[in-house]
């Protein structure tokens, strides 16, 4: 009952950021990218002197903070939804083709893994995005084509439990293709691994993205990224601290919910496991 | 024994071959590497002149080998930014990344090995729900938000620790806690699943049988045996550490390894951003073999396998 209460909250929190999200331009209530540099950092509606007009305030060049920050979600969504896609194609492809066949491929695709898993993430995703230009979807395809290492060791193992199954025998007997066997037989039954990989890898594709961004080399101005707005506001924080600790705190609930969705799409979906 | 070993090394140099390759390669993702030195808006003379410094007109095997070559004879190359030898700027800051990656380690261990075992011990019951909420906030919490959070509190508001630099130990404890915070949860569950499974051991009962107090049972006995796999997953963690250094040595401009990567990025210093990439790859490499053989004299199953 527990672990359903996880899941509930944590896809109710997740479902609450992906609306406000999509309906961005409708409830935002100013646009997040209008200067108003008479009104430059006014404090949110709790301080003494803030006003319903901007509930969080503004910033340091005057744009609506709220608006800044529904708009902000889009694109910790859009770079976790799509690193996701891209690694979980380039991961589960490996790992499946590792489990099922074995032998040769499997070394192969081991050897791909443990060289990919020596390289730090963050210095290789740095350095590629200075040398190739900083920009919302090379972000996405840098992060893509660097975090498959879980999701291919993920597969592997789950592929080769389901490989052994006897439904698998069956198929292979009345003489279907491999790759039919694989896209109706293996990986129906992998999915529940392959869902709660993807939302954790998610989850860490949207703090590589605003670490990047947080050192200037993610996503570029004028952007609302989360956590190129922490990297803009830092030189105000001994003064506003707010303007870091609003996007900080929206990306830690927003890790914090999808997190908790797959540790409750774990339980629900692999019973008998544990984490 | 040997066998494995031998095999494992094998490995390990063939994996350290692909990642120089790769670490190479980077500079050629800008498309032309002379170009990206010599900046936006230089002159085709320049352009020239950097490609033939550096040796871009040969061909690009040529150079990796000569690159490779200088590598072993010790010869890591010039900065382009700081215009010295890169190997003995590297290695003096490799000292302040080690000592802030094991600090940081000491301090996930500090807070994780306890939290792990109350939580195995009063598992289910709200004690152990507060455990996975300090590893859960952990895992959610953004490391450089934190950072910040950390200097507004000790440095701004109590004045109790330094904002930036890395002359004395004091220097080392933000930035040692950041770290160590964001390694924790992985051990906390490490610990708290091996305890839970050790605690329900036979040997457990019969130690409980006999009479021993629960202090003795617990870190005697159990804790023993629920230690040994987080003594692989500290080495791979330590890996991690010295790579998720670059953000955290930025923010408190702690004059290590991920400090220098970083500007080394920046200024488009490409020999040291290389040995640096290469390097961190080679620690990490060694940090899993020597736990790998260690894992392997402890249990002999593994070898086999």
């Given at each position: 009952m527990l672990n359903n209460k996880a899941l509930v909250f944590g896809c109710g929190l997740l479902i609450f950021i992906v609306a406000c999200a999509l309906l961005a331009p409708w409830i935002?209530?100013?646009?997040?990218?209008?200067?108003?540099l008479t009104n430059r950092t006014v404090p949110p509606f709790w301080y003494e002197k803030g006003s319903w007009l901007h509930p969080l305030g503004t910033d340091q060049l005057g744009r609506d903070y709220l608006s800044r920050l529904i708009y902000g979600a889009r694109i910790s969504l859009l770079i976790g939804i799509s690193v996701a896609i891209i690694s979980g194609l380039i991961g589960t492809t490996m790992g499946m083709l590792a489990g099922y066949f074995g032998g040769r491929i499997d070394m192969a695709v081991s050897f791909l893994v443990t060289t990919r898993l020596s390289m730090p993430v963050i210095l290789v995703a740095l350095a590629t995005v200075a040398l190739v230009g900083s920009s919302l979807w090379i972000v996405i395809m840098v992060l893509g084509l660097l975090k498959w290492d879980r999701f291919a060791v993920v597969m592997r193992s789950a592929t080769q439990q389901v490989r052994s199954m006897e439904y698998v025998s069956a198929a292979q007997s009345a003489g279907a293709s491999t790759l039919r066997i694989m896209l109706t037989e293996v990986l129906p039954n992998v999915m529940p691994h392959l869902i709660v990989i993807a939302t954790l890898e998610a989850a860490s594709a949207i703090l590589l993205e605003a670490a990047l961004s947080f050192l200037g080399l993610g996503v570029q101005p004028p952007l609302p990224s989360w956590g190129l707005m922490i990297s803009e506001a830092k030189s105000y924080m001994f003064f506003s601290f707010w303007l870091i600790a609003i996007p900080g705190t929206a990306l830690a609930v927003l890790i914090f919910s999808i997190n908790l969705a797959g540790d409750g799409l774990h339980q629900a979906l692999t019973p008998g496991e544990r984490a | 024994m040997l066998g494995y070993i031998s095999k494992r090394l094998g490995l390990a140099v063939l994996v350290a071959m692909t990642v120089s390759i790769i670490a190479y390669m980077l500079l050629y993702l800008s498309g032309d590497p002379a170009l990206a030195i010599a900046g936006e808006g230089a002159r085709q003379a320049d352009i020239d002149m950097v490609r033939k410094t550096y040796g871009f007109d040969q061909p690009i095997i040529v150079q990796f080998g000569n690159w490779v070559l200088k590598l072993i004879s010790g010869d890591l190359g010039t900065s382009?930014?700081?215009?010295?030898?890169v190997g003995p700027l590297i290695f003096s800051k490799l000292v302040t990344t080690m000592l802030l990656a094991l600090y940081a380690l000491a301090f996930a261990l500090v807070i994780s090995v306890p939290l792990g075992v109350i939580a195995a011990i009063y598992k289910n019951s709200w004690i152990d729900r507060l455990c996975l909420a300090v590893a859960v906030v952990g895992q959610a919490m953004p490391n450089f938000f934190f950072a910040l959070i950390l200097i507004m509190l000790f440095s701004i508001s109590w004045r109790m620790l330094p904002v930036s630099g890395s002359d004395t130990w004091q220097h080392f404890v933000m930035p040692a806690i950041t770290l160590g915070y964001y390694a924790a949860p992985a051990f906390m569950r490490l610990i708290r699943a091996g305890m839970i499974e050790v605690l329900e051991a036979d040997y457990i009962r019969t130690a409980r049988a006999k009479g021993l107090p629960t202090r003795t049972v617990v870190f005697k006995h159990a804790l023993r045996n629920a230690i040994v796999p987080v003594v692989a997953l500290a080495a791979v963690q330590l890996g991690f550490l010295l790579g998720g250094s670059i953000v955290i040595e930025t923010i408190f401009a702690l004059d290590g390894l991920g400090y220098l990567a970083y500007q080394s990025i920046t200024h488009k210093d490409f020999p040291v951003t290389q040995v640096i990439v290469l390097l961190l790859s080679v620690i990490y490499i060694l940090l899993t073999l020597a736990s790998d053989i260690a894992n392997a004299w402890l249990d002999p199953r593994i070898r086999v396998a």
């Open positions: 935002s209530p100013h646009d997040p990218y209008f200067q108003d | 382009i930014y700081f215009k010295t030898d």
